[in-house]
């Protein structure tokens, strides 16, 4: 019985300071956009990050036979 004495502060002090984290994310805009992140995985920019163009060609810059020797 008597460890339910330490328990309920020790419980209450972790309670105070998981409300106060709770307001400091809120603040600092944590909470503001749930939708974007799920959302910008399906757009299609991989094209860009392969070195492809919008076509599904290889871009110009990627090509080895457009690039100078370097010998």
């Given at each position: 019985?008597?460890?339910i004495y330490s328990l309920i502060p020790g419980m209450m002090f972790f309670g105070l300071i998981f409300l106060a984290v709770l307001i400091w994310a809120v603040k600092k805009g944590q909470?503001?956009?749930?939708e974007g992140?799920?959302?910008?995985?399906?757009m299609d920019d991989d094209e860009e990050m392969m070195g492809l163009a919008s076509d599904g060609k290889?871009?110009?810059?990627?090509?080895p036979e457009s690039k100078p020797n370097m010998r």
């Open positions: 019985m008597e460890v909470y503001e956009d749930m992140n799920a959302n910008r995985i399906l290889k871009s110009e810059a990627d090509n």
